[in-house]
């Protein structure tokens, strides 16, 4: 209603400051639900909200951007300092030598700054996609994630050594991730329904976490294969039964990739 009433450059003043206050109570609201509820509803409730106000925009053709300037006062206290140490100042003066011009000029400066709610509220979408898909790729492995970051502070020939890569104890927690892996699946399913109604969007966010996932599975590969048999608990028959349960969590990610669309 009133993009239809006042002046276009009135209602882009207006827009731009309504567009920066809804962003900021955004991340403001999405910090509140992440101390409540979880970082998983945070991330999504921000996702959600971000796109319905990008799509409210999009009938609008307004750039919203501009520039906004601010006095700057920080030098005025040595420029006060200069003016009264200066004996022979010229307060009449017709000239650029004025000792009063003089002060302006050295103790106040104009700031300006570029103000775009349109790129602030897409990088605001950008960065709560990409939280969404780094916290939810490690919670859904989280075991193997956290055995590819230990295995990243070692090198090669310390980490066959390391209490954390006994062949055992990673067969056990790749079992235990593949054992949970159906709930924490059900689970990020069951959240976005809740958020995003659109299946082009969900699919939109499974996908680079399947990716993700991918790529962690193959630096597990490549940390397994090299380990030699008779090392910290490590044999074929072990490193047989992790390859298989590997291949089964990332078969069950790509499966709930494909699904969602």
């Known amino acids: ?29 999405g910090s509140y639900i992440e101390k409540r509820k979880g970082i998983m509803h945070s991330d999504l409730f921000l996702v959600k909200h971000l796109l319905i106000l990008r799509e409210q925009l999009s009938p609008f053709d307004v750039k919203l951007r501009s520039v906004e300037r601010q006095l700057d006062f920080s030098d005025a206290g ?26 302006l000029r050295e103790g106040v400066s104009v700031q300006e700054e570029s103000v775009d709610s349109k790129r602030d509220l897409e990088d605001a979408l950008r960065s709560a996609c990409n939280a969404f898909i780094e916290h939810t790729s490690k919670m859904l492995v989280n075991e193997v994630v956290t055995l590819v970051e230990s295995c990243h502070k070692v090198d090669s020939d310390t980490l066959k050594t390391q209490s954390f ?26 959240q976005m329904g809740l958020y995003l109604d659109n299946p082009a969007t969900q699919s939109i966010l499974v996908k680079p976490i399947a990716r993700r ?38 078969k069950a990610v790509k499966k709930a990739s494909k699904a969602a669309k």
């Open 78 to 103: 040595k420029a006060v300092s200069r003016f009264l140490a200066n004996r022979n100042r010229r307060l009449f003066s017709m000239s650029t030598e004025n000792a009063l011009v003089t002060l």
């Open 213 to 250: 996932i991918g790529k962690t599975m193959e630096e597990v590969r490549k940390y397994i294969i090299d380990v030699e048999d008779g090392t910290n608990g490590w044999d074929e028959n072990i490193r047989g039964q992790i390859f298989l349960t590997v291949d089964e969590i990332d």
């Open 165 to 190: 890569f006994n062949g055992k104890k990673v067969e056990d927690q790749m079992k235990k991730n593949a054992t949970e892996l159906e709930d924490r699946l059900a689970d990020v399913t069951t």
């Open 1 to 29: 209603k009133l993009f239809r009433v006042v002046e276009a450059r009135v209602f882009e003043d207006i827009a731009l400051q309504s567009v920066q206050s809804c962003t900021r109570c955004l991340k403001d609201a």
